[in-house]
């Protein structure tokens, strides 16, 4: 095995990261499959040989497995051999892959799914046949920087393919003090989903332990084994955290950290994970796929300090035209194909499409600027509106809508979710309705106020942790 000498905030490769983390007893679980060290995990894949691995030197590959046991593998072993990785995730439409692998100009394509094998297609499905080799390591001075490509929602349905580099998105890692004590890793997101990835490269390049909830696993399940197995650290969006603790199984973790991202958090949700994790610290952070991972809040509190904004280490960031830009290290970037859509600005900085709005010397999160209701020429943002709605006692989660209104244009509607339902829903949905409603009055201004409330036994959340939030 060959010894490599690295960067400390830039690994030559995450194959070589985990090279010399190898010694370290930690590893993998990934529903039932699981490992005892990392650097197992490169030679755990049925997938890539010697003589494929070489062969897609320099090359774009696209990694569309179920299996995230398998793309974590796959991402180990083509990392600075590949030109470009394309990650596939499993709830991506797969009409969309001949388009995906098109504009990536790919080589090939790694799958678990047979049926992609019928593409009309002019590059190599590689479908595994169950046999295992290890691949050799490779010499440092022979790794190339590879491009890993995330994709993101496009406006026209097509997905929108980001282009990152491992130093680019293991920047926000810090990896100069290693913990005195055992870390254990876990997280709501899928590792091809950037929340997801995050999780996956701290766990990997600081050498502390992973376990990710299976593709058959239910929830219950998952938290038994979260439990049994030590995790100590976990992330996912506000609507992941509702859902989880709407589950009476929840109180068998018992994580030391918590991490809130990818949706407003407002204060309620973190009121209820403090109630639920007293000995857990609790932490709020922005990251999108095309900025990066931005900042961290630390104090328990929703919003963020006017400092945090000015003075983030390594990361600059302004509030222009109420919404936030950001620019770092961190940032994708460009968007890959014809497109020729720009990522950032003149100087740099990523427009996130986030407003913000400045109260009492901290900003606070208001929804995006592409989301707003127009009741009557005035706007609405459904997460302004949520957040309030999120706060009346046995409310568990709520969604915003706009329903088409032929006078003002819209109208606002609100579909809630009760932590108890109502013994019958018919005898008491109206005074229950009418409690919310004038909750919402003494809040908001009055275009904001809902003009129906809606009880719903669940709101659909999409596979990136997020409420799906139907058009009008």
Known sequence: MVTMKMQLNRPASLGSSLIANGNLL??????????????????????????????????????????????????????????????????????????????????????????LESLDRRVECIIPDGQRTATRDIECESLIETEWILLTSGTTGLPKLVVHTLASLSDAIDRSSPSRTPIVWSTFYDIRRYGGLQIFLRAALTGASLVLQGAQESATDFFGRAGTQGVTHISGTPSHWRRALMNSSIGQMTPTYIRLSGEIADQTILNQLRLQFPQAKIVHAFASTEAGVAFEV?????????????????????????????????TASRYLGKENQNLKDSDGFVDTGDVLDLRDNRYYFVGRRDGTINVGGLKVYPEEVEAVINRYPGVSISLVRTKKNPIIGALVVADVVLKTPPQSIEQNDQSLQWDILQFCRRELAQHKVPAMINFVPVLAMSETGKLIRPHA
């Open 26 to 115: 930690t590893g993998v679980a990934i529903g039932d499959r699981a490992i005892e060290r990392w650097s197992e995990l490169r030679e755990s894949t049925e997938y890539l040989f010697d003589d494929q691995i070489f062969r897609l030197r320099g090359r774009s590959v696209v990694i569309a497995t179920i299996d995230q046991f398998a793309a974590a593998a796959m991402l180990i072993q083509l990392d600075g051999i590949a030109g470009r990785i394309v990650l596939y995730p499993p709830d991506m439409p797969r009409e969309y892959l001949s388009f995906v692998a098109d504009t990536a100009g790919a080589d090939a394509i790694f799958t678990d799914q047979p049926e």
């Open 298 to 330: 630390n104090d328990g509190f929703a919003g963020i300090p006017v400092d945090t904004i000015q003075h983030t280490h390594n990361v600059e960031m302004k509030v222009e035209g109420t919404t936030l830009r950001v620019r770092s290290s961190r």
